[in-house]
């Protein structure tokens, strides 16, 4: 660090032999040179540690000389620049800066500068001391004054000392008046109307004699003109002659820096040029010359040099642009590229970006320097050439330029730049995509490298671009087909994202019947393997893939054994979610025609077709007193019932409340002795009363009837449980009338199970050779020396008309279609009826269902006979099995399938009823509704059945 080494030096000059510089002691130089021979920082800590300690207890000796104490503060300020607060010598700091010695209050002055900041409670106590010195007649007293305002001044103390400042703006010497003018510029910082009067003074101080101060006045009118251009625009001339009197060499020599003339004044002139130019030809055209002759005189192989002609590339590209001043700009930037020094190529890329923002021809010349960039090892510098990349990126070269962004995302894990740059792919393929087939390849890759960075709304609006389409039917289909072939193949990879895994399962379950050239039975398997992945949101995930698997089963009606067993360990999960979702699957899946009327194929973008009217709940609203347990009662009596229940909680805590009032006397008895006699009679006696004898009888003849009711006993005992194993839902009830029994699906047995397995895994699709039509997406297979390939990547990322791209290889997956596809696994089942398929073909081919599948389901027409309902040991999966759900007899009829996706209470509740049917939607809920034929809902005057059972559930 700098403090390392300027320690050595001072060692150098104490001359390392004991003695002391002069005016320190031996203890400030054993300080210096622990400092220096430090070897790690711990050792440094805890030697500033060690000192802090000592000179707290020093500043506590009472009357310690003048000299003593100066040397303390210097050891102080060495703590405090080295990050050991040292609050207990502030107080020492601003009492010495109030000495009348020169040398004593310069410390003290310098220790205050250091050690405090502007809202420090000490800072008070200095108001006091820096008027008296404003009012100093010494130059020196005056100068501290003022660089003490500069750094420490706030805005409450601007009132204090603004008198004080101004006046020193007009004062005799140059150095006060440069001082003063800094001051001035605080003041604008920290309350910008403050110095609004001070305008002309400000603008005779910009033609002071004195380039100091001139070079102070740029400060304020460059946060001026920042702040309001048009404020300074009358400048304009100005700034230009005096930019053009500094590159000409009139300032004195000491502003020079390495032959370059005052660097740093041009740097601000520059700087306020660029804010004055900008969206203003006329100002731009008064800059034109003397922005030309700048960066023509910048060529000087110094820091300083490249610094004004960057600031001057910087100028030209902001202000109103001139053709010739960009086409020497972007000769100029090619100095930065070839340079060695990374700092400079990250200072050309920069330039470049700006260059090609006004005119993106001049990239063309640098596209080599550029190329290099790309593999440069250094990162920083390759990330701002990326951004050089999305500048310069169109229509013919997106496809390159996005490819080399995606393979930098790839390898990166920077959490930062993943989420800076997806938003920035995101939008070149949004805004630059050459088909809809590239956009929607160029999300599938960013989901799979990116997925936990991507938001929501971009997966949304991939879906409802697959889903809605264009005007042109065959690229739609088209789009479909490609894009669910490459989520099949997708499905095998060892890690899928969470955000990829819902676009997937949406755009499968929708349209998994397009992909022609795989097994739909395989793709269901597939599908329903990921459930046994764990995803960062669980329960999310799982949600889209059971919708995913309830559409494939609507499409191909079939229910392999495999998927039945994943999707059955739901039924008891810990998300209600997921087990409201897996219990709708197993009630559709027993009635498939109803199930493809809930789920019709590709009907996400259909309009919904709703009653208002709301037609099933007629029977509700004519009768309640047989849905409810009972009636409604009108807001006033339950008000009114509430307040007479509260008054009788009241009289009760009344009566239960101590009493005060005295018992009433008690009265001589008459007949004591009769009562007694008559008590005690029977007593030894084994002869009863007769009226004491009738009422143990009654006990007695009670005793022996509850004795005989042994049901009533045992009902009120827990007998059998109720849920969980051995309860109600296993065994069907002897009350009930027995029902003819539905066979169970037989479970697959091992073997079979295994030699289904072995074949689909056996079944893998044929290497495909990638062909190329591409001389960027080629190169690989082209052999060709390592500057051929830059320069046909270079031709690809500055071509000036779209190239195609190489086609991708096929991935290898085992749902598609071979010759020697496996059969179905032992247990699978078709619920179609007969023989499996290989391949099932869309919902659409199969008839629909009827209407009275549909009334059943809903429970609005009479209970089905007794001999065709399952028993319910054929429905033993159902987790309501021995719960009557909708009030019905618990063996006579199935719990009522509601639809997929969502809650039976929730936001699908109508997906059964008012002519409304349940569909997929490419954004929000996995499944929403869609129109159904209204005839199935509303039927036509009939005789009245009989009455139908409630579909609410009973009070428990």
């Known amino acids: 660090s700098g403090m390392s080494k300027v320690i050595p030096n001072l060692l150098q000059i104490a001359g390392l032999s004991g003695s002391a510089p002069p005016g320190s002691s031996k203890a400030f130089c054993a300080l210096i040179k622990a400092i220096g021979e430090a070897g790690t920082n711990h050792e440094e800590d805890r030697t500033i540690k060690k000192e802090v300690a000592l000179l707290q207890q020093k500043l506590k000796e009472p009357n310690i000389p003048t000299k003593q104490m100066k040397e303390y503060l210097v050891r102080l300020i060495y703590c405090e620049m080295l990050g050991h607060a040292t609050p207990f010598g502030y107080i020492h700091a601003v009492k010495f800066a109030q000495q009348t010695s020169l040398f004593e209050k310069r410390v003290g002055y310098l220790a205050v500068s250091l050690m405090l900041h502007e809202n420090h409670e000490l800072i008070l106590l200095l108001i006091n001391t820096i008027q008296k010195d404003l009012r100093s007649t010494n130059i020196v007293e005056v100068c501290m004054a003022l660089t003490t305002v500069a750094r420490l001044l706030n805005s409450d103390m601007i009132p204090a000392v603004q008198g004080l400042v101004e006046e020193k703006l007009g004062h005799a010497r140059e150095i006060v008046r440069k001082k003063a003018v800094l001051a001035v510029h605080r003041f604008y910082i920290k309350n910008p109307s403050s110095i609004s009067h001070l305008s002309e003074v400000l603008r005779r101080c910009l033609c002071d004699q004195d380039p100091g101060v001139m070079a102070a006045s740029l400060n304020i009118f460059y946060d001026m003109s920042a702040a309001n251009a048009w404020s300074n625009k009358d400048l304009t001339s100005t700034f230009v002659n005096i930019l053009k009197q500094v590159i000409e060499g009139r300032l004195p020599r000491d502003f020079e820096y390495h032959k370059v003339p005052a660097p740093w004044i041009q740097l601000k002139l520059l700087r306020i040029l660029a804010v004055l130019g900008a969206d203003d030809q006329a100002a ?10 700048c960066l023509r005189r910048a060529d000087f192989q110094t820091s300083a040099a490249y610094a004004i002609m960057y ?6 590209t902001r202000i109103y642009p001139s053709a010739q001043l960009v086409e020497f700009a972007a000769r100029s930037v090619g100095r930065f590229l070839r340079s060695d020094n990374h700092n400079l190529k990250y200072l050309g890329i920069t330039a470049l970006t700006a260059i090609v923002k006004v005119n993106p021809v001049y990239a063309a010349e640098h596209q080599m320097t550029v190329i290099d960039c790309l593999d440069d090892p250094d990162d920083t510098l390759k990330r701002k050439t990326l951004d050089l990349l999305i500048t310069m990126a169109n229509p013919a070269n997106v496809e390159v330029i996005v490819e080399k962004l995606v393979g930098y995302l790839r390898s990166s894990v920077d959490l930062y730049l993943r989420k800076d740059l997806v938003p920035r792919i995101i939008e070149l393929a949004e805004r630059l995509a050459p088909s809809t087939v590239w956009y929607v390849e160029t999300m599938n890759d960013l989901f799979a490298i990116a997925g936990d ?16 389409g264009s005007e042109d039917p065959e690229a739609d ?38 992909a022609k050239d795989f097994e739909q039975s395989t793709i269901l398997e597939l599908v329903s393997e990921l459930l046994n992945r764990t995803f960062t949101d669980d329960t999310e995930a799982k949600g889209w893939i059971l919708s995913a698997i309830t559409k494939l089963v609507a499409q191909t009606g079939l229910w392999p054994a495999a998927v039945s067993s994943r999707v059955t360990e ?13 219990a709708e699957l197993m009630a559709l899946v027993k009635n498939i025609a109803l199930m493809r009327r809930v789920l019709p194929i590709d009907a996400s973008c259909e309009d919904i077709d709703i009653d208002v009217n709301l037609p099933f709940l007629s029977a509700f609203i004519r009768d309640p007193s047989k849905h409810w347990p009972r009636q409604y009662r009108p807001l006033a009596e339950r008000e009114s019932a509430k307040r007479q229940k509260a008054a009788e909680e009241k009289e009760k805590e009344r009566a239960a409340a101590f009493k005060f009032t005295p018992y009433e006397r008690p009265e001589e008895p008459r007949a004591a002795v009769q009562h007694a006699s008559a008590l005690f009679a029977g007593i030894g006696s084994t002869s009863v009363p007769s009226a004491v004898s009738g009422v143990a009888a009654g006990f007695v003849a009670e005793e022996q009837q509850e004795t005989q009711a042994g049901p009533l006993i045992s009902g009120l005992q827990v007998t059998n449980r109720r849920w969980g194993k051995g309860g109600d839902q296993e065994k069907p009830h002897t009350q009930h009338a027995p029902s003819a029994p539905t066979p169970a699906p037989a479970a697959p047995s091992p073997a079979a199970s295994e030699t289904a397995s072995a074949g689909l895994l056996s079944h893998a699709s044929p290497e495909v050779p990638a062909t190329s039509s591409s001389a960027y997406s080629g190169l690989a297979a082209i052999p060709a020396p390592e500057l051929s390939k830059k320069q046909q990547l270079a031709s690809a990322l500055f071509a000036s008309s779209a190239s195609s791209t190489a086609a991708k290889p096929a991935r290898s997956s085992r749902a598609r279609k071979t010759d020697s596809s496996p059969g179905p696994a032992a247990g699978d089942i078709n619920l179609l009826g007969g023989a499996l398929p290989a391949s099932a073909p869309p919902a659409a081919a199969q008839a629909p269902a009827s209407s009275s599948s549909l009334d059943d389901l809903l429970g609005l027409s009479a209970p089905a006979p007794a001999s065709a309902a399952p028993s319910r040991a054929a429905v033993s999966n159902d987790p309501f099995g021995g719960f009557d759900l909708l009030g019905g007899s618990a063996t006579t009829r199935q719990a009522p399938p509601a639809p997929s996706g969502g809650s039976l209470l929730g936001d699908d509740m109508l997906g059964g009823f008012g002519g ?5 939607a490419p954004s ?12 199935v809902f509303s039927p ?17």
């Open 570 to 582: 739901f039924l008891n999960s810990a998300s209600i979610d997921l087990q409201q979702r897996a």
């Open 924 to 935: 929000g809920n996995l499944l929403s509704m869609s129109a159904s034929p209204p005839s």
């Open 311 to 316: 600031e001057c590339m910087s100028t030209i």
């Open 453 to 468: 960075v991507i938001p929501v709304d971009v997966a949304h609006n991939l879906m409802r671009l697959i889903a809605e």
């Open 916 to 920: 409304l049917s349940l569909s997929s």
């Open 477 to 514: 289909a088209t789009l479909r087909e490609t894009t669910v072939s490459n989520f099949i193949e997708m499905l095998e990879q060892p890690y899928i994202s969470d955000m990829l895994v819902q676009t997937m399962c949406w755009v499968i379950g929708e349209y998994a019947y397009l």
């Open 284 to 293: 731009s055209e008064c800059m034109y010359e003397v922005l030309r002759d």
């Open 940 to 956: 036509t005057p009939a005789p009245a059945p009989a009455p139908a059972p409630s579909p609410f559930p009973r009070p428990l």
